[in-house]
Antibody, heavy 121, light 108 residues
Framework: QVQVVESGGGVVQPGTSLRLSCEAS????????MYWVRQAPGKGLEWLAV????????YYADSVKGRFTISRDTSRNTLYLQMNSLRTEDTALYYC??????????????WGQGTLVTVSS | EIVLTQSPGTLSLSPGERATFSCRAS???????LAWYQQRPGQAPRLLIY???ARATGIPDRFSGSMSGTDFTLTISRLEPEDFAVYYC?????????FGGGTKVEIK
């Protein structure tokens, strides 16, 4: 069955880097757009980044543009989020989600349970 | 950036009642690419509705979506106990993708 499982979260200091992983099963990341969405404690959802099925482009929210990079390893069927220059306001639960289609303009139809990132000194 | 404004912030209703959620976009949402998600406490979001009115796989028919111009509506015809949750709208037709602030449905 379709599943995405995030990992890589933890407690880090401001200004440092962290890489999140999202292992996909039951489908190929080469057939669907893939997304990262986060949720700060007690807050709403914030879309961060998307990569379409063919990896031809990437789109980012202004809040993370230039600091975060979405990528994938098709041989591992895994999505990544490289997060640099982390700030305290990046503290959140980070979700990986599968798109319902190939293009970046797809709804997110399967979500993982999230991985928690805490940025604190 | 398209801003989505959800109202009300909280709905207090009883099981069996009808729930209506509003999501207003600050500008036209391309191709009606508007989705609704449900998030129960401690759980990941779940896709309910996409393209403004299409139900996602496995979603009961008590959930329905509609639109009029830049106003989108999610309706739950009769609330079940498991429907008490937070509901978010999202537009995915324009970058950056944006979510509304959410509406919480609580038991009255």
């Amino acid at each position: 069955q379709v599943q995405v499982v995030e990992s890589g979260g933890g407690v880090v200091q401001p200004g440092t880097s962290l890489r999140l992983s999202c292992e996909a099963s039951g489908f190929s990341v080469t057939n669907y757009a893939m997304y990262w969405v986060r949720q700060a404690p007690g807050k709403g959802l914030e879309w961060l980044a998307v990569i379409p099925y063919d990896g031809s482009d990437e789109y980012y929210a202004d809040s993370v543009k230039g600091r975060f990079t979405i990528s994938r390893d098709t041989s591992r069927n895994t999505l990544y989020l490289q997060m640099n220059s982390l700030r305290t306001e990046d503290t959140a639960l980070y979700y990986c989600a599968k798109g319902g289609g190939q293009a970046w303009w797809s709804p997110q139809d399967y979500w993982g349970q999230g991985t928690l990132v805490t940025v604190s000194s | 950036e398209i801003v989505l404004t959800q109202s009300p912030g909280t709905l207090s209703l009883s099981p069996g009642e009808r729930a209506t959620f509003s999501c207003r976009a600050s500008q036209y949402v391309g191709s009606n690419y508007l989705a609704w998600y449900q998030q129960r406490p401690g759980q990941a979001p779940r896709l309910l509705i996409y393209a403004a009115s299409a139900r996602a796989t496995g979603i009961p028919d008590r959930f329905s979506g509609s639109m009029s111009g830049t106003d989108f509506t999610l309706t739950i015809s009769r609330l079940e106990p498991e429907d008490f949750a937070v509901y978010y709208c999202q537009q995915y037709g324009n970058s950056p993708l944006t979510f509304g602030g959410g509406t919480k449905v609580e038991i009255k």
